[in-house]
C-alpha cells in the first residue's frame, strides 16, 4: 500500500483509501488556504490603488511647478529684453512693477553702463505698458492698411484687383508718334476744364490681341486721349503690351481683372477711377467702332450733344461678308457688308446701343454693358430724345445720322465659334452654338454696303492704307 501527497491531498493507489487522520488533515490545509487568498487579493488591489493616487499627486505637483518656472522665465525674459530704462524691480513689498527712470531734463537712461541709482523712479502699472504697446501696435497696422489702399488691390472704385503702377509714357517718342496721325495726337498736360475737355474709351479684352491694334489706333485717330483696357486674362497677359505702347508713346493703360462677368465690374474700374481725369469716356467692346458722321473729332461731337447724363450711340451690325475664317487684315477692310435700314434685312439686336458718359453725372456701378447709369441727366440720343427701356440698353428710336457703332459681332464664322464656343463670351456663357444658330451666323452675311470705318481708319492713320495693296483670300 504506498499513499502519494499533492498539493491538493492524497491520490489513492490500487483504491485504496487513506487513514482518516491524514485526510483530516489534508481538508484543514486545503481550507486554510482558499481562506487565505482574498485576503492576498484585497491587498494587492489596495496597493495598486495607493500607487495610482500617489503617481496622480507626483504629476499635478510637477505641472504646477512646470508652470511656475515658466511664469518666472516669462518675467525675467520681459524684463531683460525690455529697455534699460524700463526694467521689472522687485519693491520692497515684494508686488512686481515697472520703474521708468527720469532725469531732470528728460533725458531717459540709454544703456546699462550710466548710474542707475542716480535716476528717480516713476512706478507704472505693466497693465498699461501692454496697453500702450497694443496701442502703438494697431496705429501701426491702420498706418499699413492706409498705405495698401493707396498702392495695392484696394482701389477708389471699391472693386478689388492687382493694383500695378504702370511705366511713364515715352513723351519723346510721343512727339514723334503725333506726327502718323491726321490730327496728331492730344497733349497729356491738358485737363479737364470748361475750356480743354477731353474724352477717354474703355473697353474688356479677352483673347482678342489679334484685333486690339486697330480697334486702339482707330479710336485715337478719333482723337480718345487715352484708352483703358480691362484684361481679362488669367495671367494679366496684357501687361507686356501695354508696357511697349506707352514706351511708343501711346497714353494706354491696362488694368488687370480676371474671372467671369467682369464686364460691368470693368466699365465701373474705368469710370470710378478716372473720373476726374477727363470730361467723358466711352465703353466699347473691341469689336465696336465709332463712326462720325458730322463730325472729324469725337470732343466735337460731344460739345454738341452732350451736356449731361450719358449719350445713346446705335448698333449697326456687320456679318461675315462670305469670308470663312480668320485673315491678317484690318476688321474694318475684311468686313463692309451690314445690316440694312428696311425691317426684313434688320438685325434681331437692331436696338441695341452703347453709351458714351459725362463722367462727372457717373451714378455708380451699370445695371447693364449697353448703358451708364447716371445721377443727373439720365440717357440722350444725339437728336437729344429717345425711347429707352428701363435700363436704357435699348432705344427704339436708334437715330443714326450723327454716329453709329460699326459692331463686327461676327467676324468669319470660325472666328464667331472660337469666340463663342470654345473660348466663351466674358461671362462665361455659350452663344449661338447650337447647330441652328451656326447655320444662322454662316447665313448672316450683311446686305448693304459700308466701308465708312475702313475710309476713317485710313484717313486719320494713314499707315493702313498699305492695307489696300492685300486681298482677303479667306
Known amino acids: 500500500m504506498h499513499f502519494e501527497f499533492t498539493g491538493s491531498g492524497y491520490n489513492t493507489m490500487a483504491g485504496i483509501d487513506p487513514p482518516p487522520d491524514v485526510s483530516t488533515a489534508a481538508a484543514t490545509a486545503t481550507a486554510a488556504t482558499t481562506s487565505i487568498r482574498p485576503i492576498r487579493l484585497r491587498s494587492i488591489r489596495t496597493l495598486f490603488m495607493i500607487s495610482i493616487l500617489l503617481t496622480c499627486m507626483m504629476a499635478a505637483f510637477l505641472t504646477q511647478m512646470a508652470g511656475m518656472s515658466h511664469e518666472q522665465t516669462k518675467m525675467n525674459d520681459q524684463s531683460s529684453f525690455a529697455a534699460p530704462h524700463l526694467q521689472l524691480r522687485h519693491n520692497n513689498d515684494s508686488s512686481l512693477s515697472l520703474s521708468l527712470g527720469v532725469t531732470a531734463d528728460n533725458d531717459i537712461r540709454r544703456n546699462l553702463s550710466e548710474p542707475e541709482g542716480s535716476l528717480p523712479s516713476q512706478a507704472i502699472n505693466v497693465t498699461e505698458l501692454g496697453e500702450k504697446a497694443a496701442q502703438k501696435y494697431e496705429e501701426k497696422k491702420q498706418q499699413e492698411q492706409q498705405q495698401q489702399q493707396q498702392q495695392s488691390n484696394n482701389r477708389p472704385s471699391g472693386v478689388v484687383y492687382e493694383y500695378i503702377e504702370p511705366p511713364p509714357i515715352n513723351l519723346t517718342a510721343r512727339a514723334q508718334l503725333s506726327n502718323k496721325f491726321r490730327f496728331g495726337l492730344p497733349d ?87 473720373k476726374n481725369d477727363h470730361a467723358f469716356m466711352a465703353f466699347f467692346d473691341v469689336d465696336e467702332f465709332l463712326v462720325l458722321k458730322k463730325h472729324i473729332r469725337v470732343d466735337d461731337m460731344l460739345a454738341d450733344h452732350l451736356k449731361e447724363g450719358s449719350l445713346a450711340i446705335s448698333w449697326f451690325i456687320f456679318g461675315s461678308g462670305g469670308t470663312s475664317t480668320y485673315a491678317p487684315l484690318p476688321v474694318t477692310k475684311r468686313f463692309l457688308y451690314r445690316d440694312g435700314g428696311w425691317k426684313n434685312t434688320r438685325h434681331s439686336h437692331w436696338k441695341n446701343v452703347k453709351s458714351i458718359l459725362k463722367l462727372e453725372d457717373y451714378g455708380n456701378y451699370p445695371q447693364s454693358p449697353h448703358s451708364m447709369k447716371t445721377k443727373r441727366g439720365g440717357w440722350k440720343d444725339t437728336n437729344g430724345g429717345g425711347t429707352f427701356d428701363k435700363i436704357g440698353s435699348v432705344n427704339e428710336d436708334r437715330p443714326t445720322d450723327v454716329a453709329v457703332i460699326h459692331h463686327y459681332k461676327y467676324l468669319s464664322p470660325k472666328e464667331f465659334y472660337w469666340k463663342s464656343c470654345v473660348r466663351k463670351t466674358v461671362d462665361d456663357k455659350f452663344k449661338g452654338c447650337s447647330s441652328d444658330q451656326q447655320e444662322a451666323v454662316d447665313s448672316f452675311k450683311g446686305d448693304v454696303f459700308d466701308d465708312s470705318a475702313w475710309r476713317m481708319l485710313k484717313k486719320n492713320v494713314p499707315k493702313y492704307a498699305m492695307y489696300d495693296e492685300f486681298e482677303d483670300f479667306m
Request: hydrophobic share 30%; glycine share 6%.
Open 188 to 274: 497729356l498736360t491738358h485737363t479737364n476744364t470748361n475750356k480743354n475737355t477731353t474724352t477717354a474709351l474703355c473697353g474688356i479684352v479677352k483673347d482678342a490681341e489679334a484685333y486690339l491694334d486697330e480697334w486702339v489706333d482707330y479710336h485715337f485717330g478719333l482723337g480718345f486721349h487715352s484708352i483703358y483696357l480691362i484684361d481679362n486674362s488669367d495671367k494679366h497677359e496684357l501687361k507686356s503690351w501695354q508696357d511697349k505702347r506707352r514706351n511708343a508713346g501711346y497714353s494706354v493703360r491696362v488694368l488687370p481683372k480676371p474671372g467671369t462677368h467682369r464686364q460691368m465690374y470693368g466699365y465701373h474700374m474705368c469710370a470710378a477711377e478716372f
